[in-house]
C-alpha cells in the first residue's frame, strides 16, 4: 500500500511538471503565432520593468508596474538570458505550494492517500496552473504564506516574521493575517518545554471530533465581559508575539526604506499606496465597480468610503474572532471574504485562497457529492454569468451596466454561499495543541 | 528634416495637450539645406489619389483601417521608388474618449507591420476619459515597392475606448477629425545614419467621418445603485457572521 501511494505521489509531481513546462512552452508558440497572446500583459510590464533596471533604470519607468522592485530584480535574467524565465520561476513556485500543503498536512498527522487528493486540489486546478505558466506572480506569494505557515508551525518564530514581513512588504494582502498570527503565537503556542518550545500540532483524525476542541478552549469562566477582553489581551502579549510582530515590522520597513531611497515616491506611490487607495472604474467582478464609476467625477463622501469599508472590517473581526486558532480554516476564509468584499477583484486574486483550500480539505465533512459539486457550480457558474455580460459590453459594445452589476452582486452571493457552507461543513480544529492544564483531547493518529 | 525633428507630431502637442512630447533623445543635426538643394527639381512625388478611412470592429477595442491609393503609381511610383526611399506618415490626432497603447504599437514595429510608431499626449491606459487629456499616433509605414505595385496601402491601427462620462443616453459619441498623411522621401544612396528626410505633405482631402458610440453609465442609476451595493455587502457580510457564530 506504502509503495502504490509513494508512485501515486511521484507520478503526481511528474504530471505537475509536465504539464506546466508544456504550457510554457506553448505559451511561448501562440504568442510568436496568433494574434491573441497566452502570456498575461501583466508578465510584459514585469519584464519590461526588468529590462529598464538591466539597463540601469527604475523599473518604475515601466508604466502600470505597480509591485516590488524585487520582482524586477528577480526578473532579470529575463533580457539575459530567456523571456521565459520568469514563467519557469513563477511555475517552479507553484509547484513549491503543492510541496509545501503536503508538507503542512503531513505535519498534521493527515494519511497519505488524503494528501494526495489535497496536493492534487492545487496542482491540477485550471486556474492555479494557468496563472504561472502565463506569467503571473501570485504562486510566489502563495508559497510565501505557505512557507511562513510551516515556520510558525515548527517553532521557527523569526524565520516566519522575517518571510512574513517581505511578504507583505512584495504583495500587501497578507497584512489581513497579523492579527490571527499574533493570536496563535500568544500564551498556549509553545508546549511543555516552555516559551522557545516547539509547538504542538493538533492531529488530523478520521473521527471527527467536533466539540473537543472548542469546548477546551476557556479554562476559566469570566466573570465579565472587560475580564475576558483583558485576559484575551494579557495572553496575547509573550515573547513569541513580541518578537513576530518587532521583527515581521522592521522587515516590511526596512524593505520598503531601501527602496524608497533608491526610487523615491515612484516606488512608494506605484508599489504602495496605489494599492492602498485604489478605486478603478473599469468594470471587474467587485460589486462596487459601477458605484465608483458612476461617482468618478465628483469622488466620494467620507461615508462613502466608510461604508465600503465596513463590512469588509466586519467580517475580518468576526472570523478572526472565531477562527483565528484554527488558523489554516481562519486564513482561507479572510482571504474568500477579503476578495468577495474588495473594491476591485479580478480573477488572479483567487489563487490567494485557492493556495490555502487545500489545507482545509481534510476535516471537512462536505463530501464532493453532492454539496462540494453545488458549491463549485454556484461559484463558476455565477462566474461565468458575470463573463458574459461584460464580453457584451466590451467586446459587443452594448450597454449592460445595469446587468453587469447585478451579475457582480450574485457573484458576492455565490462567494458568501460558499463560505456558508464551508463552515457549516468544517470540522473546527485548533491548529496547536493547548497545554495539558486545559483538557484537550489529541486525536489518535491513524494511517 | 534633421533628426530633432523625426517625429513631425511634436509639432502639435501644445495644441493638444500642452504636454512635453515624449520621444526619442536623438542628438542635434546643423540645418543642412544644402543637401536638400535639387531634391524637388524635376521629381515626380507619388500624388495620393484617394483616401479611405474606417473604424472596423465592436466594442471597446477597435481598428482604424487607413487605405491609401497613389495616381499613376505603376509608372511614377514604380521610378521613384527606383531613386528613393520612401515612408508613409499618417499622424492621426486622437479625439477625448479614445487612447492608442505605445506597448501594444511597439510590438507591432517589432512584428516589422509598422516601421516605427510613437504616441503623444496622454498615454495613461487606465483612466477614464473624464480624468484623461488627449493623445496623438504617428505612423511610419515603409512604401515598398510590393504594396505599390497594387497601388494601395493598408494600415491598421489598433485602438481603444476610454471609460466616457456619464450620460442619461447610455452611449457616448466619439468623433474622429482627419488624419495628416505625409510622405517621406530621400535619396536610396544616402547614408543609412543619416536623418535627412524630405516631408511631403500629401493633402489628403477630409476622410468619411468615422463615429465610435461607446456605452457608458447613466448618473440617474447613482442612487439605487449606491444603496443596494451598500446594502447587499453588509447583508452578505452579517450571514457570514451569523454563521460562524452559530456553529457550536
Known amino acids: 500500500m506504502a509503495v502504490t501511494t509513494t508512485t501515486l505521489r511521484w507520478r503526481v509531481m511528474a504530471a505537475s511538471v509536465a504539464l506546466r513546462v508544456a504550457l510554457v512552452a506553448y505559451g511561448e508558440w501562440q504568442d510568436a503565432h496568433l494574434e491573441v497572446r497566452y502570456t498575461d500583459v501583466d508578465y510584459l510590464v514585469f519584464s519590461d520593468a526588468a529590462a529598464s533596471v538591466a539597463a540601469g533604470g527604475s523599473p518604475f519607468a515601466r508604466a502600470t508596474y505597480r509591485y516590488s522592485p524585487l520582482l524586477a530584480f528577480l526578473l532579470l535574467p529575463n533580457s539575459l538570458l530567456h523571456p521565459a524565465w520568469g514563467k519557469l520561476i513563477f511555475s517552479a513556485a507553484d509547484l513549491l505550494v503543492g510541496l509545501f500543503i503536503d508538507t503542512i498536512l503531513r505535519l498534521r498527522g493527515v494519511p497519505e492517500k488524503t494528501r494526495i487528493w489535497s496536493v492534487v486540489a492545487w496542482l491540477f486546478n485550471p486556474f492555479t496552473f494557468t496563472i504561472g505558466t502565463r506569467g503571473n506572480c501570485e504562486p510566489i506569494v502563495c508559497a510565501a504564506v505557505l512557507w511562513v505557515l510551516i515556520c510558525l508551525m515548527k517553532g521557527r518564530v523569526l524565520q516566519a516574521a522575517f518571510w512574513y514581513g517581505l511578504i507583505v512588504h512584495f504583495r500587501i494582502y497578507p497584512i489581513i493575517y497579523a492579527v490571527p498570527f499574533v493570536i496563535v503565537l500568544g500564551k498556549n503556542y509553545a508546549g511543555p518545554a516552555g516559551p522557545a518550545g516547539r509547538p504542538i500540532l493538533t492531529q488530523w483524525s478520521s473521527k471527527q471530533q467536533l466539540q473537543s476542541d472548542k469546548t477546551s478552549e476557556n479554562v476559566e469562566e469570566p466573570t465579565s465581559l472587560l475580564a475576558s477582553l483583558w485576559i484575551f489581551l494579557s495572553s496575547l502579549v509573550t515573547r513569541n508575539t513580541i518578537l513576530f510582530g518587532l521583527f515581521s515590522g522592521s522587515m516590511f520597513f526596512a524593505w520598503t526604506g531601501v527602496f524608497f531611497y533608491l526610487y523615491g515616491w515612484d516606488f512608494l506611490n506605484e508599489a504602495l499606496l496605489y494599492h492602498l487607495t485604489r478605486t478603478d472604474p473599469r468594470h471587474n467582478f467587485s460589486i462596487y465597480f459601477y458605484h465608483i464609476y458612476l461617482h468618478h467625477q465628483q469622488g466620494f463622501s467620507s461615508i462613502q468610503k466608510l461604508a465600503s469599508f465596513l463590512p469588509q472590517l466586519i467580517v475580518q473581526l468576526a472570523l478572526i474572532l472565531r477562527f483565528s486558532r484554527d488558523l489554516p480554516f481562519c486564513l482561507f476564509l479572510q482571504t474568500v471574504a477579503f476578495v468577495a468584499f474588495n473594491k476591485v477583484m479580478t480573477a488572479q486574486y483567487f489563487v490567494w485562497f485557492f493556495c490555502l483550500l487545500p489545507l482545509i480539505l481534510p476535516w471537512t465533512r462536505m463530501k464532493l457529492r453532492w454539496k462540494g459539486l453545488a458549491c463549485m457550480l454556484v461559484w463558476m457558474g455565477s462566474q461565468l454569468h458575470w463573463l458574459m455580460w461584460a464580453y457584451l459590453l466590451e467586446f459587443k459594445g452594448r450597454n449592460v451596466f445595469v446587468q453587469l452589476w447585478v451579475a457582480g452582486l450574485v457573484f458576492l452571493a455565490a462567494n458568501t454561499f460558499v463560505m456558508i457552507m464551508v463552515i457549516r461543513h468544517h470540522n473546527y480544529s485548533q491548529l496547536f495543541l493547548m497545554s495539558v492544564k486545559s483538557g484537550s483531547k489529541v486525536a489518535a493518529k491513524k494511517e | ?248
Open chain 2, 1 to 248: 528634416m534633421p533628426c530633432s525633428r523625426t517625429y513631425v507630431a511634436d509639432a502639435y502637442l501644445d495644441a493638444l495637450t500642452g504636454q512635453l512630447a515624449q520621444h526619442r533623445d536623438l542628438t542635434e543635426v546643423p540645418e543642412t539645406a544644402d543637401l536638400c538643394k535639387g531634391l524637388d527639381d524635376d521629381l515626380d512625388v507619388p500624388v495620393l489619389s484617394e483616401v479611405h478611412r474606417q473604424l472596423v470592429g465592436e466594442g471597446s477595442h477597435r481598428r482604424l483601417v487607413y487605405s491609401v491609393k497613389f495616381g499613376n503609381c505603376e509608372d511614377d511610383a514604380v521610378k521613384f521608388l527606383d531613386g528613393y526611399a520612401a515612408n508613409l506618415v499618417i499622424i492621426e490626432k486622437l479625439p477625448s474618449g479614445v487612447f492608442a497603447d505605445p506597448f501594444e504599437l511597439q510590438h507591432f514595429v517589432e512584428r516589422k507591420v509598422f516601421l516605427d510608431v510613437a504616441v503623444f499626449g496622454d498615454t495613461n491606459l487606465e483612466l477614464p476619459s473624464a480624468l484623461s487629456n488627449r493623445s496623438a499616433v504617428e505612423i511610419h509605414f515603409d512604401f515598398k515597392p510590393s504594396t505599390t505595385m497594387d497601388c494601395n496601402l493598408v494600415v491598421e491601427l489598433p485602438l481603444h475606448a476610454r471609460y466616457p462620462p456619464l450620460d442619461s443616453s447610455g452611449y457616448a459619441t466619439v468623433e474622429f477629425g482627419s488624419p495628416d498623411l505625409l510622405l517621406h522621401y530621400r535619396k536610396k544612396d544616402t547614408h543609412p545614419d543619416s536623418c535627412i528626410w524630405v516631408s511631403k505633405n500629401l493633402d489628403a482631402e477630409p476622410v468619411d467621418k468615422a463615429v465610435w458610440r461607446v456605452p457608458c453609465g447613466n448618473g440617474a442609476h447613482a442612487g439605487f445603485v449606491s444603496s443596494l451595493t451598500f446594502i447587499s455587502a453588509l447583508v452578505c457580510s452579517m450571514s457570514v457572521v451569523l454563521a460562524a457564530s452559530l456553529i457550536s
